[in-house]
């Protein structure tokens, strides 16, 4: 029998988890703001998630790391901000020596084969995911619910990887079967929008 897998901030992984619906909500968070809350409330209500797994990342491989706080800070930081318990917080990818979201991905799926894990991403991450290492193999091994985000909507939506998926794209209407669908599958999610973001955060606390 498979031994038991240890998350670092995902608590129990009990049997009955088999066949559970849940999120995966990777990012810098840098800091952590209302803009992802509402994503993780959101998708957590849309696609009738179980769980809802923050992974904050040891840094985003498309973004200059350098002025990045520690990764236990910002988990710290993130853990403080939420309140539903449907969600933890994890930061496991350094640990494992995961620098791609690929890597992440298939250790996840391939652990955890009994449940169903979608990749949540805000709209301006869709934009650029033709960037990421292997997107391709990404988005063929989970599903993905794209988020609506203010100004990113229209760059999203005429991206390469959306065209690239388009076949695979479902109506949001059918959001809450997305988790059991095999992939290739996406959603594009419209709904509250936040316009915050990190790096206006950052701006406005620089002196
Ligand atoms: N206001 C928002 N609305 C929708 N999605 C968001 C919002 N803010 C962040 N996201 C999404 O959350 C995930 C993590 O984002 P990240 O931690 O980089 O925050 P950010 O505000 O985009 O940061 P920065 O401004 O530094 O790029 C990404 O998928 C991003 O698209
Ligand atoms: O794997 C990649 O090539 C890759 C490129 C860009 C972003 N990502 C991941 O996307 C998530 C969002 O990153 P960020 O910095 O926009 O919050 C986070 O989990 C990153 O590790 C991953």
């Given at each position: 029998?498979?031994p038991p897998?240890?998350?670092?901030g995902i608590?129990?992984l009990?049997?009955?988890?088999?066949?559970?619906?849940i999120?995966?909500?990777?990012?810098?968070?840098?800091?952590?703001?209302?803009g992802h809350?509402l994503v993780?409330e959101?998708?957590?209500?849309r696609?009738e998630?179980?769980?809802?797994?923050v992974?904050?990342t040891?840094g985003?491989?498309l973004k200059?790391?350098?002025r990045?706080p520690s990764l236990?800070e910002?988990?710290r930081?993130?853990r403080?901000?939420?309140r539903?318990?449907?969600?933890?917080?994890?930061g496991?990818?350094?640990?494992?020596?995961?620098?791609?979201?690929?890597?992440?991905?298939?250790?996840?799926?391939?652990?955890?084969?009994?449940r169903?894990?979608?990749?949540?991403?805000?709209?301006?991450s869709?934009?650029?995911?033709?960037?990421?290492?292997?997107?391709?193999d990404?988005?063929?091994?989970?599903?993905?619910?794209v988020?609506?985000?203010?100004g990113?909507?229209?760059r999203?939506?005429?991206?390469?990887?959306?065209?690239?998926?388009?076949h695979a794209?479902?109506?949001?209407?059918?959001?809450?079967?997305?988790?059991?669908?095999p992939a290739p599958?996406?959603?594009?999610?419209?709904g509250r929008?936040?316009?915050?973001?990190?790096?206006?955060i950052?701006?406005?606390?620089?002196?």
């Amino acid at each position: 029998m498979r031994p038991p897998l240890r998350i670092p901030g995902i608590t129990e992984l009990p049997p009955s988890a088999t066949g559970m619906r849940i999120g995966l909500f990777g990012g810098s968070f840098n800091p952590i703001h209302a803009g992802h809350l509402l994503v993780m409330e959101e998708t957590l209500r849309r696609l009738e998630l179980d769980a809802l797994w923050v992974l904050v990342t040891p840094g985003n491989p498309l973004k200059d790391n350098a002025r990045l706080p520690s990764l236990a800070e910002r988990v710290r930081a993130a853990r403080a901000a939420i309140r539903d318990p449907r969600i933890r917080v994890t930061g496991f990818e350094a640990a494992k020596g995961f620098a791609y979201t690929w890597q992440t991905v298939r250790f996840l799926t391939q652990s955890l084969p009994d449940r169903h894990f979608v990749w949540i991403m805000g709209a301006d991450s869709l934009a650029d995911f033709h960037r990421w290492e292997r997107w391709r193999d990404i988005a063929a091994a989970l599903p993905i619910a794209v988020y609506v985000r203010p100004g990113a909507g229209r760059r999203a939506l005429a991206s390469r990887a959306a065209a690239t998926l388009d076949h695979a794209q479902i109506d949001e209407a059918f959001a809450p079967t997305l988790a059991r669908r095999p992939a290739p599958a996406w959603v594009y999610l419209q709904g509250r929008q936040s316009a915050l973001s990190s790096s206006r955060i950052r701006a406005e606390r620089t002196p």
